[in-house]
């Protein structure tokens, strides 16, 4: 990301860019700095395209027309697909003779390295995935921001903080808003500010779900399940987390019987260092065959939605209360 910062302080650009990654927050910030930096409020020069399906021909037409009492055109694709399968082969082979007052920038979720599309970005211009942060990385983000509000925070109260919110960036940007109005008048952030404020994400939810779920409190896990639907997750969104937090206890379970500690677990599962601290008491308080046994019941609860033998919130009350294994398991 040196590279698109540098660039645009020169405001010396490439013909062609492609953020990509599963951090939206970084990628829609780039995106809106890359459009300021080029066209501004110039909506004549300024194109965008959306979604699979983009008329190619509609797009090399634009990016051969010379802007309009400007410097430069800047058309925007968006989530199109293009550097996953066929398709791009016009464009891939339009790009080297592009004018030199135009630029093509790409902002896409997934793509594929081997595809000519983005051997022929990296060749012309620049590709910049955009990955979730480690947890230093947003301790050093968010205390930044509060730093320029005239904030002070801790590093006890930042990880609090940050394991209330999760990893996501423009969810931290939307909680760091609230917490600076909270504390008005205040320069330092404490954690009754936190515990005051962070949403209690869906994650943190899921989590207690799962902890009452094996310790036997069906009703507590059955009060969590009715304030996920009130936040309108669906039924098999709510599975799937419920199964991914099983298989995490067990992948930690397994990697704490190896001697190894929470920084070698997280790098070794790639996942967060705060999210791996707060799963350790689960992985100690359950035996790997409870866990294992959720694991497996999550399995067959998927299974049950897909092939019609259950309706998708009935699965999850069943596996909640572990009745699946009595009434629907073959």
Known sequence: MKVLNQDIKER??????????????????????LREAMVGDDTMNFHQFEGKGTDLK???????TMPFFGERRLILIEDSGLFKGSGA??????????????????????????????????????????????????????GGILAREGKKITGKTMN???SMTGDDMENIRMELEKLVSYTW?????????????????????????????????????????????TLKEPPMRILFLIAR?????????????QGMEKGRIASSLKMQPFVV???MPQARSFSREQILSYVNLCVDSEEAVKTGRLGERLAVELLIAKEYGKTGRH
């Open 12 to 33: 010396q650009f490439k013909p062609v860019y492609l953020l990509w990654g599963e951090e939206a927050f970084l990628k829609k910030s780039y995106k809106n700095r």
């Open 58 to 64: 509609e797009v090399i037409s634009l990016a051969d």
């Open 89 to 142: 082969e016009p464009l891939a082979e339009y790009l080297p003779g592009m004018p030199d007052t135009t630029c093509i920038l790409f902002v896409e979720s997934e793509v594929d390295k081997r595809s000519r599309m983005y051997k022929k970005v990296k060749e012309l211009g620049y590709s910049a995935e955009m990955v979730r942060q480690d947890a230093k990385q947003l301790s050093s983000w968010a």
């Open 160 to 162: 609090l903080f940050l």
């Open 185 to 229: 008048g205040r320069d330092v952030v404490t954690d009754q500010d936190v515990e005051a404020i962070c949403t209690n994400r869906v994650t943190n939810k899921i989590f207690d779900m799962v902890t009452a779920i094996v310790s036997g409190n069906t009703r507590r896990a059955m009060d969590l399940y009715e304030d996920l639907l």
């Open 245 to 257: 937090q099983f298989n995490q206890i067990l992948q930690v379970k397994e990697l704490m019987n």
């Open 277 to 279: 601290g707060k799963i």
